[in-house]
């Protein structure tokens, strides 16, 4: 036909009369379908398990078509899960995905970036006093040579926390058409968080139980002598919380928490992070020893010292920490009495 091949229609056409060709079937499983959501949107005992394919499929199965499929020498055939999905999208609902649609990002706030800067500065300045690592996997520690006797090397340490979720929430639901989505809780169940220090020299930060008896002896009001009373005591400074407003829940970590976390790190890094003793060449140059920052501009002040050329002998010393946070709330937190 008009030069063309015509595709011939033979065995297209429906073999069967479908299912929702009944009005009272098409009615029964879209008022099912309703309810259903509805259930599912409910709060407390009555809430019911988010509608799926699997769960139509199995009501129209069971319940809807049974008696038409259980006839004697019936042909109709109980409905796959595809044909369940297609009934879904003929009957007026869709699969839809919750979206979150603002985002706001601060890190380029003039306030930030200005303490971005700040820091920066320091930590440039600090370079000559801190450890670093050296190797192809970063295995060999490199001490920093430019001290004077007495001087500790700085060892930074970060600290962070993680919040872990059970992920019991649907992110898809099903939607009649021409109805809105439901409220979608914030919650993503029952929640994990963990407070953790991590020592670039040691990893996560801690001692061996020699270490917290020894430093036990020498400080006998420290925590770590407290804490050494309890034969469980694990010589790290890990918090795990299980926050929630339920009987047995514990608080948000907050500010106060990670106080005491802090406390408990600080005298662990005093216990476990030293400095061998080592000899180290001397080198004629000049080095800063104190820092200033000028806060309205990037400019830092110093003083400096001379070494003089030749070999120094640096004794087994205590390392300094230097603690990095990243703990948003707990920046503008306040003393417990203070006014607002």
């Given at each position: 036909?008009?030069g063309q091949i015509v595709l011939s229609n033979r065995g297209r056409h429906a073999k069967?009369?479908?299912?929702?060709?009944?009005?009272?079937?098409?009615?029964?499983?879209?008022?099912?379908?309703?309810?259903?959501?509805?259930?599912?949107?409910?709060?407390?005992?009555?809430?019911?398990?988010?509608?799926?394919?699997?769960?139509?499929?199995?009501?129209?199965?069971?319940?809807?078509?049974?008696?038409?499929?259980?006839?004697?020498?019936?042909?109709?055939?109980?409905?796959?899960?595809?044909?369940?999905?297609?009934?879904?999208?003929?009957?007026?609902?869709?699969?839809?995905?919750?979206?979150?649609?603002?985002?706001?990002?601060?890190?380029?706030?003039?306030?930030?970036?200005?303490?971005?800067?700040?820091?920066?500065?320091?930590?440039?300045?600090?370079?000559?006093?801190?450890?670093?690592?050296?190797?192809?996997?970063?295995?060999?520690?490199?001490?920093?040579?430019?001290?004077?006797?007495?001087?500790?090397?700085?060892?930074?340490?970060?600290?962070?926390?993680?919040?872990?979720?059970?992920?019991?929430?649907?992110?898809?639901?099903?939607?009649?058409?021409?109805?809105?989505?439901?409220?979608?809780?914030?919650?993503?169940?029952?929640?994990?968080?963990?407070?953790?220090?991590?020592?670039?020299?040691?990893?996560?930060?801690?001692?061996?139980?020699?270490?917290?008896?020894?430093?036990?002896?020498?400080?006998?009001?420290s925590l770590i002598a407290e804490k050494m009373k309890d034969p469980k005591f694990e010589?790290?400074?890990?918090?795990?919380?299980?926050?929630?407003?339920?009987?047995?829940?514990?608080?948000?970590?907050?500010?106060?928490?990670?106080?005491?976390?802090?406390?408990?790190?600080?005298?662990?890094?005093?216990?476990?992070?030293?400095?061998?003793?080592?000899?180290?060449?001397?080198?004629?140059?000049?080095?800063?020893?104190?820092?200033?920052?000028?806060?309205?501009?990037?400019?830092?002040?110093?003083?400096?010292?001379?070494?003089?050329?030749?070999?120094?002998?640096?004794?087994?010393?205590?390392?300094?920490?230097?603690?990095?946070?990243?703990?948003?709330?707990?920046?503008?937190?306040?003393?417990?009495?203070?006014?607002?």
């Amino acid at each position: 036909q008009g030069g063309q091949i015509v595709l011939s229609n033979r065995g297209r056409h429906a073999k069967t009369e479908s299912y929702l060709s009944d009005e009272n079937i098409r009615e029964a499983a879209r008022e099912w379908l309703s309810e259903r959501i509805a259930a599912s949107r409910k709060k407390g005992q009555e809430k019911r398990p988010p509608l799926t394919i699997e769960l139509f499929q199995k009501w129209c199965n069971d319940s809807l078509l049974a008696n038409i499929i259980s006839q004697p020498n019936s042909e109709r055939e109980p409905i796959s899960s595809s044909t369940a999905w297609a009934w879904m999208q003929q009957l007026g609902f869709k699969y839809c995905e919750h979206r979150k649609t603002i985002y706001v990002d601060g890190h380029e706030r003039s306030d930030v970036t200005s303490y971005r800067r700040e820091c920066c500065v320091i930590l440039k300045v600090m370079r000559e006093v801190l450890v670093t690592f050296g190797g192809a996997d970063c295995e060999r520690v490199v001490w920093p040579s430019a001290l004077h006797p007495g001087e500790r090397p700085v060892v930074a340490v970060s600290q962070d926390e993680s919040a872990f979720h059970a992920n019991d929430d649907c992110s898809h639901e099903w939607v009649e058409e021409g109805k809105g989505m439901s409220l979608k809780s914030k919650s993503r169940g029952s929640l994990l968080m963990v407070s953790e220090f991590l020592s670039e020299l040691h990893g996560r930060l801690g001692a061996t139980r020699g270490e917290c008896q020894e430093y036990a002896v020498a400080h006998p009001t420290s925590l770590i002598a407290e804490k050494m009373k309890d034969p469980k005591f694990e010589c790290d400074c890990r918090v795990l919380l299980e926050p929630g407003a339920g009987a047995g829940k514990d608080a948000y970590f907050d500010a106060q928490q990670l106080m005491s976390q802090f406390k408990l790190a600080r005298e662990l890094f005093d216990a476990s992070h030293f400095a061998p003793a080592r000899d180290v060449p001397m080198v004629s140059e000049s080095r800063p020893v104190a820092v200033a920052v000028v806060a309205e501009r990037d400019t830092v002040r110093v003083d400096f010292s001379m070494h003089r050329a030749g070999v120094k002998h640096l004794p087994k010393v205590g390392c300094t920490g230097l603690f990095l946070f990243d703990h948003s709330s707990g920046h503008g937190a306040k003393a417990a009495d203070a006014r607002n």
